[in-house]
């Protein structure tokens, strides 16, 4: 049992500059610890081949670990803000 399950994601107003734009979104998920390291890495490795450009950002995240003794102790649920950036054309 190693689960990664979205329970939401809210798309908030585009913000756009001069050449890219940026959308931000809160996602609430559940998680493996596993996973959510794993997610951690998919966002901070997100964008070129090359690794000089990030597509996505974490700006801010909020983790609940569940209560001690619980059986579920190895999930966390978590709700993260990430800006995702794409150029314009």
């Known amino acids: 049992n190693d689960p990664f399950e979205i ?3 809210d798309y908030q107003n585009p ?3 001069e050449n890219y ?3 931000p979104m809160r996602m609430n998920i559940r998680s493996s610890t596993d996973n959510f390291t794993k997610f951690l890495h998919l ?3 997100s964008g070129a081949l ?3 450009i990030r597509l996505m950002d974490i700006s801010s995240i909020r983790l609940d670990f569940g209560e001690e ?3 579920a102790s190895q999930e ?3 709700s993260v803000q ?3 950036y794409f150029q314009k054309k």
């Open 7 to 9: 329970a939401n994601i």
């Open 82 to 84: 990430i800006n995702a």
């Open 69 to 71: 003794g619980e059986s």
């Open 21 to 23: 734009s940026i959308l």
């Open 15 to 17: 913000i756009t500059n």
């Open 50 to 52: 090359d690794g000089d």
């Open 76 to 78: 966390i649920n978590f």
């Open 43 to 45: 966002v901070e490795n």
